[in-house]
């Protein structure tokens, strides 16, 4: 489950459907408030608003240790904070999305610790690079598929707040190699290190910090509202996942690619392998991260259920076209991506000859049998808007997982 800790100007996402809410009490007292469960697309998050839902926490009394404990006792395997610095470094100017790569802690007085001086060893854990590089690459990579530009790394400079800084101190920032400052890195991304809890933090730049660019004066608080609001509408659109069924977008007859080797098509395709690896899947179609072009991957995977099984080669397809060899058909179990939680019985033909094209425009044909045929099927039947659910045709095989209980059939 995806951890999500929201700062200034994201109290809550609007794109979460969310299924309850929890009080949740640690050792350590009370998180900034109640978790918020739910889904984004497929994937399962939890939130937690950091300075509290309306925004009565100031950074040095966010009870950080209670926030990254909770979140992690309740399954977040990974977290994501969202936060609002003031930029320092040229380039990292109002309304520039940051994914920072160090951190400089000059915060004091904070509990910056889960351990303290019980029975136990100590134990001092390595902080060599404070952030979680797959968590980074994932924002990264969401960004970049939603079209966001982002800045790939930066020095955060975690400063003690609530004040803003004098122009000298960030001048001194600035001397430390510091390019953004915000007031709540630390000891958040500390805790989670303790915890082992993946993390990475994407910053929203609200401000020149004091004695920049159009803060050279002073910090106007009217624009900063302004700009974080604008920024957090972006950060809540980057934080989209794959469509699910229902999504009209699934339904399209997708366009043919026209142009290969272009880097629109590169980044299209290396953010399609990112969320099928990130979502475990076996395959994923364009058209269900939204994207309106016969493009589908899939392979480089065993299937779990036939081990020994020839693992369907790594393919990226375009513009297929398939021509089934038999009049056979098989059923078998299928999940998909778009459709969350549920698992069918789908009859597809078992054997088939498709063509295409790679990202490089070179055509390649292929003869496939099994669950190789399957997967192609799955795939390809997604550009032309049909979803697995609608090719059942036993709805006593159609049903949740876990009340199916079924072995592993991996998403498609
Ligand atoms: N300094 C510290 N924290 C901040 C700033 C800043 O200028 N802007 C937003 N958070």
Known sequence: MLGIIGGSGLTQLANLDVSHREVVRTPYGEPSGPLTFGRIGSRDVVF?????????????????????????????????SVASVGGIRGDMGPGVLVVPHQIIDYTWGREMTFQSGGDGPVIHVDFTDPYDAAVRNLLLHVARSVGEEVIDGGVYAATQGPRLETAAEIDRLQRDGADLVGMTGMPEAALARELAVPYAALCVVANWAAGRGDSAHGIKFDSLEAVLHLAMTRVREMIREVLRMGDPRLLRVARPVTAFGTPQLTALLRDMRDTMAHLDGAGLAAPQIGIDLRVVIFGGMVNPRYPD???????????????????????????CLSVPGLRGWVPRRTHLHYLGFDETGRRFERTAEGFHARVVQHECDHLDGVLYPMRVRDFTRFGF?????????IEE
């Open 48 to 80: 937690v608003a950091r300075h509290g839902y309306g925004h009565t926490i100031p950074p040095h009394l966010v009870n950080y240790r209670a926030n990254m404990h909770a979140l992690e006792s309740s399954g977040a395997t990974q977290v994501v």
């Open 309 to 335: 099984a020839p693992a369907v080669p790594d393919t990226v397809l375009i513009n297929p076209e398939i021509a089934p060899l038999s009049v056979a058909e098989e059923e078998d179990w299928e999940g």
């Open 401 to 409: 997982v876990e009340a199916l209980n079924l072995p592993g059939v």
